[in-house]
């Protein structure tokens, strides 16, 4: 049993519960996520509307809440209690759409907050012509109505002298109701209830969708008490039996039955004063009888508690799942883009982009076609070869330069575009990846800037080859060279050497041709700068250029990081969570 000291304790551990629930967010659309976000809510609905409130206040009034199927008698029930006209009933289904909570003048300081139910907003005051007492609009409260029109979300309070101190009825919507935010509203009542006083009828005391609820009430050890409504006289031993029967099997044979035979209502449309007395009585004994009232209130409130941590977990799992999904499609994207930096690396060094195009403009920056038969001879010939192109006038290098720029730049852009196809395909293969591309859609494929940037990349990767060339040739006999052959040329002679680290991939008669470019390129340089500078500037321009194409493919990732911001579950959420429903079990 529950003691006031005990709450206080349990207060602070169910508090911190609650804010690992309220952080337990499960954005990421993937298989499973329904019911997690539906676990959250009722987590959520429940510590605020019952279990926080209750701990607070153990001596509070009990909170008996009506609920049953659609024309299973409730208004009417409760109308009947109170002997006045406080819940509307009728043949119009819906009837109850805003719930009524009916207490004693003395209990309403209870009511008139957001000790309970925080998140209806509060309108008092009882039906037109009732025998109800009006009151104000609770101070504080959410902007409503004296005259008791009610607004969406909202409960009505209605004050009554018929009910006994200790004990409110609150008549909830039907648990089957046409409307789903009827149906989910009454859920979140019967979870917010010390007792459930549940409402059928003989024909449809076996309904599927009671049981399910009468199975969560024993699942949680939450106090019930079944009001059997319309029974024929005749049949009311074999459906009480049998009704008993069903009870026993989940767990609910404590529950009383009130048995209400079929008869006709009175003129006010109350049910016979004799059919209501027993639930009536049981009702007031229960409000007037402190200890009875007090266990009650013990009983559903450690069953509760007592939920929390199966609830908890599951609502852990859930949160794991999200963090798993969401690493795995940020792990997609990684994947891709560092692929695509690997692709580009050994584009450049492979000898792809000596190929077609610029092995032509190769031919004709160095000579003709017979250049290349000079390769094969000595060094020493190469070598005077280079020295007598260095002393002459070469000719332009401009087309060189422009097929090299274009060769690079198509490579980076290719393997770009290639790494966004890729991340596309994954997410839609993956959970989760398929709805968070429907809402980024512009993640599907490069950004609209990709290609200018790349050919910024290009450029400005030139611009600091020329660099290099200008920093190594700074005493006057390189610097007189470089200005023989053209700075230019000489940085288009320097791109040949990055991207001719071998011919390998070249098929057929372009591995002799591409093998001699490269060392006769190489050999242009090392006549200028000696081999061990030509060596540290081609490494050089080959780790700058690769350093700006992961930047620009970062900044191309990095849309995808966007993305899953908005979705993005905290490593280490899920065993937070688990932790405060260990500490709230611990307490108890």
Do not use: C
């Amino acid at each position: 049993m529950i003691s006031s000291d005990d709450a206080m304790s349990m207060l602070g551990a169910v508090t911190t519960l609650r804010e690992e629930v309220a952080r337990a967010e499960l954005p990421l659309d993937i298989p499973g996520v329904t019911a997690g976000r539906g676990t959250r809510e009722a987590l959520l609905k429940q510590l605020d509307d019952y279990v926080i409130p209750r701990l607070r206040s153990l001596d509070a009034p009990l909170l008996a809440v009506v609920g049953g199927s659609t024309g299973a008698g409730k208004s009417t029930l409760v109308n009947s209690i109170v002997d006045d006209e406080v819940s509307r009933s009728g043949v119009l289904r819906p009837t109850t759409t805003t719930p009524v909570l009916v207490h004693h003048p003395q209990d309403e300081r209870w009511f008139l907050d957001d000790r309970i139910l925080p998140g209806l907003h509060r309108v008092t005051g009882a039906l037109s012509g009732s025998k109800g007492t009006a009151s104000g609009t609770a101070s504080g409260a959410a902007p409503s109505t004296s005259t008791g029109t009610a607004t969406e979300a909202s409960m009505r309070l209605v004050r009554s002298s018929s009910l006994p101190p200790g004990m409110a009825l609150l008549d909830a919507p039907d648990i089957d109701s046409v409307v789903s935010a009827n149906r989910a509203l009454a859920a979140q009542l019967l979870a917010a209830a010390d007792l459930w006083l549940f409402v059928t009828t003989a024909a449809r005391y076996a309904d599927a969708v009671p049981w399910d609820l009468l199975r969560q009430a024993s699942e949680r050890g939450t106090a019930v008490a079944i009001v059997l409504d319309r029974v024929p006289p005749e049949a009311m031993a074999d459906i009480r039996s049998h009704l008993a029967g069903m009870l026993r099997e989940q767990g609910l044979s404590t529950a009383p039955i009130f048995g209400i035979p079929e008869a006709a209502l009175t003129a006010q449309g109350r049910l016979p004063e004799t059919d209501v007395a027993r639930v009536r009585s049981w009702l007031t004994a229960l409000a007037s009888d402190a200890r009875a009232r007090s266990v009650i209130v013990r009983q559903t409130l450690e069953g509760a508690l007592g939920s929390l941590d199966q609830r908890a977990g599951l609502l852990a799992t859930a949160t794991a799942e999200q963090h798993a999904a969401v690493a795995a499609l940020h792990d997609a994207a990684d994947a891709a883009y560092r692929d695509a930096v690997r692709a580009v690396e050994q584009g450049v060094t492979d000898g792809t982009l000596l190929r077609g195009e610029v092995l032509a403009r190769w031919q004709e920056y160095v000579g003709t076609g017979e250049f290349f038969k000079q390769v094969e001879s000595t060094i020493s010939r190469v070598r005077d070869r280079v020295t007598a192109a260095i002393k002459g006038n070469p000719p332009p290098s401009g087309d060189l330069g422009e097929a090299l720029q274009s060769g690079v730049a198509a490579l980076i852009q290719s393997q770009g575009e290639g790494a966004a196809a890729t991340v596309a395909r994954r997410w839609r293969q993956l959970p989760g990846g398929d709805a968070l591309l429907q809402s980024h859609s512009a993640v599907a494929k490069p950004s609209a800037d990709f290609t200018a940037a790349t050919e910024r990349l290009v450029r400005d990767w030139q611009g600091e080859l020329l660099d290099l060339v200008r920093s190594e040739g700074k005493d006057r006999r390189t610097t007189a060279r470089i200005a023989a052959y053209g700075l230019n040329g000489i940085g288009v002679v320097l791109m040949l050497i990055v991207f001719a680290h071998t011919g390998g991939l070249l098929a057929g008669a372009e591995v002799g041709i591409a093998g001699g470019t490269a060392v006769l390129a190489q050999k242009v340089l090392e006549a200028i700068f000696g081999d061990q500078a030509v060596r540290e500037m081609a490494a050089t321009a080959r780790k700058r250029l690769l350093e700006r194409v992961r930047d620009l493919y970062a900044a191309e990732q990095q849309r995808y990081d966007e993305a899953l911001r908005g979705v993005d579950i905290q490593a280490g959420r899920a065993e937070r969570l688990a932790d405060a429903a260990a500490a709230v079990k611990a307490v108890r």
